[in-house]
């Protein structure tokens, strides 16, 4: 096996994101996803990439969109805050059907908000977040080892559909340090002939571009889109199940979130209320499946946030009213604690959840 | 028979949907002329605005991408870092390359990013049907300027090839014309030294073309050109503004 | 087995650097851990902590609310965190630094001076070493093991710093 190193969360993305083939990083600086530039700028030169602090978030995502074009691996990181900026950039990269990836190490909003971790940037990232009808993959890694993990997988998701991926992680997943084993070197394995290279006067020339003047052509393009998007909702959803072959709760948690949870069942079970977990890894597309086929078993759902309530609305969509949900969260920058969560589940069990 | 005038290679044959006397053909055929001089249409990749240029990339036979608002060099610069030995041009009007796309604009420039940047100054923002631009006129009468653009409330108009060769950094900045034939023939070549200088890595360069609109000014064609005379030119002159070749050879 | 650490005290103290040696002596150990650091504004001057849980099994959360072992270097710190520890949990004070004792009868309490030890020794920056030092000695969980290879690691650019921090935890650990 690959030795295992020690590394921060945001040095994982950036250094997996090199394995992967990115050869391209344009970035801003934000707390708490500086790392992920400082590793960039350090590495970029030595291995003959582009490391290039931009003016700002939009031009970062817009030299993002030009290289995406090309058909090259690119990447590009930011916190909340500086997300919303890149949100035109994302929304044409999507209308161009271009891959590319966006790492989103949230804090706490909205406005300037604050630098601790949060959540809540779930709606933005799940729901659009630009202007459009559109989607990103959206992945949340919950250890140091899925920061690497799954921003490899992002690459390959986003060159397979030809759309922009998002690993939406959160400011203690930046910063924490954890072992990890990272990915074995690789490049992009897909065709691109879409890709602007010059025509070398041997082809028709590529055009890249999301305007369609012609409303039904630009309707025709956006449900051409969707059948993509349900392939994706086919053969992309993940999660990880957690002891729930007994569990009359269900947790429904991802990120920091769910590492929290998994103390709280400990401490729930030990107190005798079976209690299971259901970690979304994608949250778009979100797995809707196993929560509704849990709903038929569990006497109730418990979905534990970092931000005011956004992800319940998807539990509460995926089980189908057939079982009471509830909310555990905090907000601004703080995480839930084991107590907190384990009070939650012990409310819901005595039937004083609202 | 001899063919004395023909469409260079470079264009589609795809109909320009510009407005009758509208200076933007003569700016498109200039570039592609260049392009074809240069011999570089199998290497071209061009960067479209927002504004009248949009479909710009239905225009030129290489291959185009069309960017949001104000972010062509962005875009240009990601393109360029990416296929260092393609030549990467954007083509853009005075909305979205200086009020919008200021940032990116500047910034490109102070990277000495290697690239072309056509920059079509015709002090106003055409396809949304002739709003105030950064560039017009004090007193110039628009949709949102309906009195004469106040310079008390709305400022004053940009100069950007000024503005840029304050800079250190870029290479070559040029304001030109295409209002008569003189006028036509040396934006022509200013256009080619844009592209020659690319080829030659010797960084950004940026070539102001003082353009009309005589739709949006309310003027016919030749009253347009006119105008560019005795308005356009005076506040803008034109002229070499940065020359590192010839700043070298002093 | 899971042991979890919570070092606190004034940024500049090399309270992350502690912390980042634990981890790295975990896991020349082969253990799962995790390093969980305080971060934003207060990196230069204000309090820092940082969380470090070490486990035989792969750790859930890496925020600690109820420390196992508390390391403090002023009493900000003291104050703050000295209620969270666990019943039966050790904390480890600096007596230079931290005039005061540790008010609960439910833990035990090392009082180390450790940053007069580090003046002394004349490495005043290393009162951290000197500190985790005396905790390798008393929390026999945590122990010497791997503390050489993880100070290679972690000192690798500096290798005159490796003799320096190797005497620093010794000192700690007879104190």
């Known amino acids: 096996m690959a030795e295992k190193v020690l590394m921060k969360g945001n040095e994982a993305i950036a250094e997996s994101a090199i394995r992967s083939g990115c050869l391209h990083y344009f970035g801003y600086p934000i707390t708490p996803q500086t790392e992920v530039a400082a590793y960039m700028a350090k590495r970029m030169p030595k291995i003959g990439g582009v490391f290039l602090q ?301 | 028979m001899a063919v004395v005038f023909e469409k260079p290679k470079s264009l589609t044959s795809k109909e ?54 104000g972010r062509a060099p962005a875009v240009a610069t990601g393109i360029k870092r990416s296929l260092p030995d393609n030549i990467v041009f954007t083509y853009q009007g005075d909305g979205d390359l200086a009020s919008i796309g200021m940032a990116e604009t500047v910034h490109a420039a102070t990277r000495n990013e290697n690239i072309t940047i056509i920059f079509v100054n015709n002090a106003i923002y055409g396809m949304t049907g002739g709003q105030m631009a950064p560039t017009s006129l004090p007193g110039q009468v628009t949709q949102t300027s309906p009195y004469g653009r106040d310079v008390k409330t709305a400022g004053y108009p940009i100069k950007v090839a000024e503005l840029l060769s304050s800079l250190d950094a870029p290479y070559y900045i040029e304001r030109v014309a295409v209002n008569n034939v003189k006028n036509v023939k040396h934006a022509g070549k200013a256009i080619e030294k844009a592209f020659r200088n690319q080829m030659e890595g010797k960084g950004f360069s940026l070539i102001e073309v003082i353009s009309a609109c005589p739709t949006n000014w309310g003027l016919t064609p030749q009253k347009a050109l006119q105008w560019v005379d005795e308005k356009m030119i005076p506040y803008y002159p034109l002229g070499v503004y940065r020359d590192k070749d010839k700043e070298a050879s002093v | 087995m899971t042991s979890q650490i919570l070092i606190a005290g004034f940024g500049g103290q090399g309270i992350l650097f502690s912390g980042k040696l634990l981890a790295y002596k975990a896991l020349s150990e082969g253990k799962e851990l995790s390093w969980l650091p305080s971060y934003g504004p207060e990196m230069r001057g204000g309090t820092a902590s940082c969380s470090v849980t070490i486990s035989d099994e792969s750790v859930g959360s890496p925020i ?92 690798s650019k500096h290798p005159e710093m490796y003799e320096r921090n190797l005497k620093a935890v010794e000192a700690g650990y007879n104190y």
């Open chain 1, 54 to 354: 931009a003016e700002s978030e939009i031009s970062a995502i817009n030299m993002v969109y030009g290289v995406a074009a090309t058909g090259k691996r690119v990447m590009t990181s930011s916190s909340s805050p500086g997300i919303s900026l890149k949100q035109e950039g994302i929304s044409y990269i999507a209308g161009s059907d271009l891959p590319a990836v966006i790492v989103n190490v949230q804090r706490g909003g909205p406005g300037l908000g604050g630098i601790q971790p949060s959540q809540s940037d779930y709606f933005q990232a799940t729901k659009g977040g630009g202007h459009g009808d559109y989607h990103l993959i959206v992945l949340t890694p919950s250890s140091v080892q899925e920061m690497a993990d799954l921003t490899s997988l992002a690459f390959d998701l986003a060159d397979k559909y030809r759309m922009p991926a998002m690993l939406l992680a959160d400011g203690t997943m930046g910063q924490m340090m954890e072992p990890v084993v990272l990915p074995e070197p690789k490049t992009c394995t897909v065709d691109k002939p879409w890709a602007l290279t010059g025509t070398e006067c041997k082809r028709e020339h590529n055009i890249v571009n999301s305007l369609y003047l012609s409303p039904e052509v630009l309707e025709r393009t956006n449900i051409e889109r969707f059948e993509r998007y349900k392939e994706v909702e086919k053969n992309e959803t993940r999660w990880e199940e957690y002891m729930m072959e007994d569990a009359e709760y269900c947790i429904v948690a991802f990120g920091i979130a769910a590492r929290v949870a998994k103390n709280a069942i400990k401490v729930l079970r030990e107190k005798g209320i079976k209690t299971g977990l259901i970690r979304p890894i994608t949250v778009w597309p979100f797995p809707s499946e196993p929560i509704r086929k849990a709903a038929d078993k569990v006497k109730g759902f418990i979905s534990v946030e970092l931000s005011m309530g956004q992800m319940i609305e998807d539990v509460k969509l995926a089980e189908e009213c057939k079982k009471p949900v509830s909310l555990c969260s905090r907000s601004g920058g703080m995480i839930p604690d084991v107590e907190r969560i384990v009070k939650s589940v012990e409310e819901m069990a005595n039937g004083e959840a609202k």
């Open chain 3, 64 to 155: 600690i609310d109820n420390p196992d072992v508390l390391i403090v270097m002023n009493l900000p710190s003291l104050d703050k965190y000295e209620k969270t520890v666990k019943k039966g949990g050790v904390i480890f004070v600096d007596s230079t630094l931290i005039a005061r004792k540790v008010e609960r009868e439910d833990v035990k309490a090392f009082y180390i001076p450790a940053t007069k030890m580090a003046q002394d020794m004349g490495t005043p920056n290393l009162a951290n070493i000197v500190l985790l030092g005396k905790v390798l000695k008393e929390c026999p969980e945590i122990g010497m093991n791997g503390m050489e290879e993880a100070l290679k690691k972690v000192v």
């Open chain 2, 16 to 69: 320009f949907h510009y407005c009758p006397g509208c200076p933007h053909g003569i700016i498109h055929r200039l570039v592609a002329e260049a392009i074809d001089n240069l011999g570089i249409e199998g290497k071209a990749i061009g960067v479209a605005p927002v504004g009248c240029a949009v479909m710009a990339y239905d225009y030129f036979t290489c291959d185009m991408i069309e960017a949001a608002h």
